[in-house]
């Protein structure tokens, strides 16, 4: 790796890291957030709800903008955005303000998270060099959002939740104060127009199914808030899917769908979200509704998960070079699917949290090796030039997929306890042991999918 591209490395994954922060950065804050400003119970939620809609919503259309108008220019423009945003979200004294500034973290999400990985990609031979930079990118994606939990609970206990969009500020003034002299631009050599029926037929549809799925998590699956939108927003798709087949132009050609590598590669990555992110919130609930522990001391027993996740990073890369990437997939899956399930175990007293740091530890090195082997797996054999909608492929199965998982968790937790009847630690235990049994249950099924449909990308070690 040369000095140049070292460079290239630290600035991309310091804006990827940032960016996985503010997913979960203000998870513990909300309560203190809502007194302040003067959110309800009934409205909280849209604090988060407004950022995921967004960041999910609007990552392939950017994936594709990036790909047609300069990867380096989208990536400036949303780091500035993310800045400017944050800087409002910081001093706002209003909800609607308030929301404002996470509709634009959002769309700034959107935005840069594609374009970085594509400039990460492109900046980088197909192999060796690319899969160890995709395996720290992923490292630090992932860390970032156990990251957020922590730091979330220690700004707000010792300086503000204020800090929690403050601390966006100077990094982001860095960051696009250094992008012009390190980044080379890249577009393509002959421009192309933007399919726009297809670009607004898969963003709102990418929308309303996202909403719906924040919507289960606080009515129910079968809610019409919650049928209604995922039914429009899966009709928008096959509408999307249609016009692709019909336009000369298409934000998302059909042919690169029905490649193996990047169908399956995909829906190994959202479930590699899907499970670890929502884990993170069943251990939250079990945590202080089981144990007692405060939000800080919860988010402080997550350090080990990201250490785990940094470690997978690191050992994924080394992995794949031995295996491949369909081999690496399937042994992250299994190795994660044992160790979530050994957290069935957990009880009520507080020897169980050495179980927990054990188990979570393993499963974040386990979790972390499949991404990597995702991320390798969608972004190979494809031209530079396609590189934008790959990584808009890839991030937006890693959007969809933290936003899927806490929903799907909350929903088999409640309806347990319900069943149960009232709220108690033991009910909460119960129902988080449930939705761990489930958690497992997906990553295995996700190692045997791939081994059966996954077709391994031929690599190329130059």
């Known amino acids: 790796m040369t000095g140049k591209q070292r460079l290239i490395l630290v600035l991309l994954l310091t804006a990827s890291f940032t960016l ?20 309800g119970l009934d409205t909280l939620q849209w604090i988060i709800t407004a950022f995921a809609l967004c960041a999910a919503g609007f990552t392939l259309l950017f994936g594709r903008v990036a790909d047609l108008f300069g990867r380096r220019r989208l990536f400036i423009l949303g780091m500035a955005v993310l800045g400017i945003a944050s800087l409002v979200g910081g001093l706002a004294t209003t909800p609607a303000l308030l929301l404002i ?22 900046s980088f031979p197909e192999g060796k060099l690319r899969e160890k930079a995709l395996g720290l990118n992923g490292a630090l994606m992932a860390a970032g959002f156990t ?36 980044l080379a631009e890249s577009r393509p050599a002959q421009k192309t127009r933007l399919d726009v029926p297809g670009a607004i037929t898969v963003t709102l549809g990418l929308l309303a199914i996202v909403y719906g799925l924040s919507s289960a998590a606080e009515t129910s699956w079968v809610h019409p808030m919650t049928l209604g939108p995922l039914l429009f927003g899966a009709l928008l798709l096959v509408v999307f899917w249609f016009v692709e087949r019909n336009t000369a132009h298409p934000l998302v050609p059909v042919a690169i769908l029905r490649r193996s590598t990047i169908a399956w590669g995909n829906i190994a990555g959202a479930l590699a979200f899907v499970t670890e992110t929502s884990l993170v919130f069943l251990l939250t609930l079990y945590l202080q509704k089981t144990l007692g522990y405060t ?14 996740t940094v470690l997978g990073g690191i050992v994924g890369p080394r992995l794949i070079g031995r295996w491949g990437t369909k081999k690496t997939i399937i042994v992250g899956f299994t ?48 031209s530079d030039h396609e590189q934008g909608l790959a990584t808009g492929l890839a991030t937006m199965s890693q959007q ?29 235990l ?33």
């Open 20 to 39: 996985a922060v503010d997913f979960s950065i203000l998870n513990v804050a909300l309560p203190v957030i809502g007194s302040e400003i003067g959110f």
């Open 101 to 122: 500034a996470r509709v634009a973290q959002g769309l700034a999400t959107a935005a840069v998270v594609p374009a970085a990985l594509s400039l990460l990609t492109t």
């Open 147 to 182: 990251t957020g939990a922590i730091l979330g609970g220690v700004l707000t206990d010792l300086l503000s939740w204020r800090w929690a969009f403050f601390i966006n500020v100077p990094i982001a003034i860095a960051v696009v104060m250094l992008a012009p002299a390190i």
């Open 295 to 308: 939000p800080l001391g919860a988010g402080l027993s997550f350090a080990v998960l990201g250490l785990g």
């Open 335 to 382: 190795v994660q699917a044992a160790a979530t399930g050994s957290l069935v175990l957990l009880g009520t007293n507080g020897e169980s949290i050495i179980l927990l740091l054990i188990a979570t530890f393993v499963g974040g090195v386990a979790n972390l090796v499949a991404i990597v082997g995702f991320m390798v797996t969608a972004t190979s054999g494809l």
């Open 400 to 428: 969809i997929g933290i936003t899927m998982g806490i929903p799907i968790m909350s929903a088999i937790v409640a309806a347990r306890v319900h069943r149960l009847g009232a709220e108690t630690s033991l009910t909460v």
């Open 430 to 462: 119960d129902g988080v042991s449930t939705a761990i049994l489930v958690n497992a249950g997906l990553c295995l099924i996700t190692a045997l999918a791939v081994a059966a449909f996954l077709k391994s990308p031929a690599r190329n070690d130059a």
